[in-house]
């Protein structure tokens, strides 16, 4: 990617260069009293050429941008690999379930792989396996956990974390906010899902903070009139510059509001 940038940006400076020897050209040819049609006219061929220039710009932003967010993201996986890893192992040791952190434990090598993380340290799971895995901590007829299931004895320790696990998942943000009419924060998933180009460098804290104070001037004082960008920086929510109109744009993005064109907010 940076190679091609570099061959566009060569492109474009032998492209200023030729412009420059064509001006000098047609600036003698006038000189010498031959007439100039609109193509060859310099003034508008520059302006063309800062045009380009222009757009070359934005697109060099662009790109640095999404390499960026690139090496961002990667870093994000180096760093979480070995710790979904850690709690993976955490797992087998308090449930016994050696199949599906097996599972989950290919899952993450096949990730890495993706990722481009060399060697994430990555023990296997057999090697950290210890007695309490298998065998009840108690010695009142506990049996390993096979025979266990197949003659009914089970341990206390197992059978009680059976008996504490919860019925179903817990519900996500969406699901809260589909059933009650509170105020629920927006979670750090529903933020990492909304485009990075969109969400820019907009932190948690201060996104519920925006949120939080539209939730508070539309539901519970009532308000139906949608605010105007002047409006809401008169009210503390600091919404102007990149930053500030993400917030809405992730906002807009998890539809929890509306934006006019004209960039008037209302939630939804």
Known sequence: MEKAVDNLEALFKKADVDLNLL?????????????LSDEDNPVKLMAQVEEAKAEF?????????????????????????????????????????TEITHLAQAILGQVSQLMGVPDLNLPPLSE?????????????????????QASGKTCPSVGKSKQNE????????????????DFVEVTDQELLSV???????????????????????????????????????????????ATGEAKLKVLRALKLCQISKNGDVKLC
Request: glycine share 8%; with cysteine.
């Open 23 to 35: 001006s000098r050209k047609l600036q003698m040819d006038k000189d010498t009293g031959r007439p």
């Open 57 to 97: 710009s934005a697109l060099t932003r662009e790109i640095a941008t999404i390499q960026a967010a690139q090496k961002e993201t990667l870093s994000y996986f180096q760093t979480s690999l070995p710790k979904m890893s850690g709690l993976l192992t955490k797992l087998e040791a308090h449930s016994g379930e």
């Open 128 to 148: 950290l396996a210890t007695g309490d895995q298998h065998l009840a901590v108690s010695g009142e007829g506990c049996l390993p956990r096979e025979h266990a």
């Open 166 to 181: 919860p019925a179903c998942p817990a519900a996500s943000a969406v699901d809260r906010r589909s059933r009650c009419s």
């Open 195 to 241: 485009s990075r180009l969109v969400r820019g460098k907009v932190k948690l804290d201060d996104l519920n903070r925006t949120y939080s104070m539209l939730w508070q001037h539309f539901k519970v004082e009532g308000k139906k009139d949608a605010l105007s960008p002047q409006q809401m920086n008169s009210m503390g929510l600091r919404v102007s510059g």
